[in-house]
């Protein structure tokens, strides 16, 4: 019996006119649509008016396929976790470190300084400093140089008066509110191109399985 080689779901259709989505085949002709629009090429061998039978690829080649694709999928869904991760640590930063400012003994000595010191609370206020931010070690050494040096509190305060760099915004720590937003925004996004990423990898996987079943008829 004469197999037959086809590339495209219209070269199909035109070949077997008598298949349709009777029987319990729909969703065979629905895998069979998304394997050709994927590139896929099939050789199949007529047997009466029932399905042809699927020559190629083969039940092995198929289950390769499957195996290559649940795999790059697996190591999306890891890639994906990890993105979502990032998305809940920038969502909490802000309470995150208001808790942890409270076992900061910097965070209690600038509190101390701000109610008997006038002079600094002007300053701070002025510069609006982060003390909140006192755990990260991004914003700490600066918060610490603040607190303990009246040098480098006085510089800094001249620098957010008269820098065009803080001419619109007096604040020192305003990168961090920007940092964090452009972090969650960067993460969602990311998070919707690796999700629809899966999508499809697990289409791709429903329509070999289908095939799958297809080629292992007698």
């Given at each position: 019996m004469?197999?037959r080689?086809?590339?495209?779901?219209?070269?199909?259709?035109?070949?077997?006119?008598?298949?349709d989505?009777k029987?319990?085949?729909?969703?065979?002709?629905?895998?069979?649509k998304?394997?050709?629009?994927?590139?896929?090429?099939?050789s199949?061998?007529?047997?009466?008016?029932?399905?042809?039978?699927?020559?190629?690829?083969?039940?092995?080649?198929i289950?390769?396929?499957?195996?290559?694709?649940a795999?790059?999928?697996?190591?999306?869904?890891?890639?994906?976790?990890?993105w979502?991760?990032?998305?809940?640590?920038?969502?909490?930063?802000?309470?995150?470190?208001?808790?942890?400012?409270?076992?900061?003994p910097?965070?209690?000595k600038?509190?101390?300084?701000?109610?008997?010191?006038?002079?600094?609370?002007?300053?701070?206020?002025?510069?609006?400093?982060?003390?909140?931010?006192?755990?990260d070690?991004r914003?700490k050494p600066?918060?610490?140089?603040?607190?303990?040096?009246?040098?480098?509190?006085?510089?800094?305060?001249?620098?957010?008066?008269?820098?065009?760099?803080?001419r619109?915004?007096?604040?020192v720590?305003?990168?961090?509110?920007?940092?964090?937003?452009f972090?969650?925004?960067?993460t969602?996004?990311?998070?919707?191109?690796?999700?629809k990423?899966?999508?499809?990898?697990?289409?791709?996987?429903?329509?070999?399985?289908?095939?799958?079943?297809?080629?292992?008829e007698?």
């Amino acid at each position: 019996m004469a197999s037959r080689i086809i590339s495209s779901f219209s070269v199909f259709s035109k070949q077997f006119p008598e298949l349709d989505s009777k029987g319990g085949k729909s969703e065979r002709i629905e895998a069979l649509k998304k394997y050709f629009s994927n590139g896929g090429v099939v050789s199949v061998e007529t047997k009466g008016k029932s399905w042809p039978k699927l020559v190629y690829p083969p039940p092995s080649r198929i289950k390769s396929q499957v195996q290559q694709i649940a795999k790059l999928k697996a190591e999306f869904e890891r890639k994906h976790r990890d993105w979502n991760r990032e998305l809940n640590e920038a969502k909490i930063y802000g309470v995150k470190h208001n808790i942890l400012k409270l076992s900061s003994p910097l965070y209690w000595k600038h509190l101390a300084k701000l109610a008997s010191n006038s002079d600094y609370k002007k300053d701070a206020e002025t510069v609006q400093l982060p003390a909140h931010l006192v755990a990260d070690k991004r914003w700490k050494p600066m918060i610490q140089m603040f607190v303990e040096n009246i040098e480098y509190r006085k510089n800094l305060v001249e620098t957010v008066e008269n820098s065009i760099v803080y001419r619109d915004d007096k604040r020192v720590g305003k990168y961090a509110n920007e940092i964090v937003q452009f972090k969650t925004e960067i993460t969602s996004k990311k998070l919707g191109s690796i999700k629809k990423k899966i999508s499809a990898l697990k289409e791709n996987i429903d329509t070999f399985e289908l095939m799958l079943k297809w080629a292992q008829e007698r």
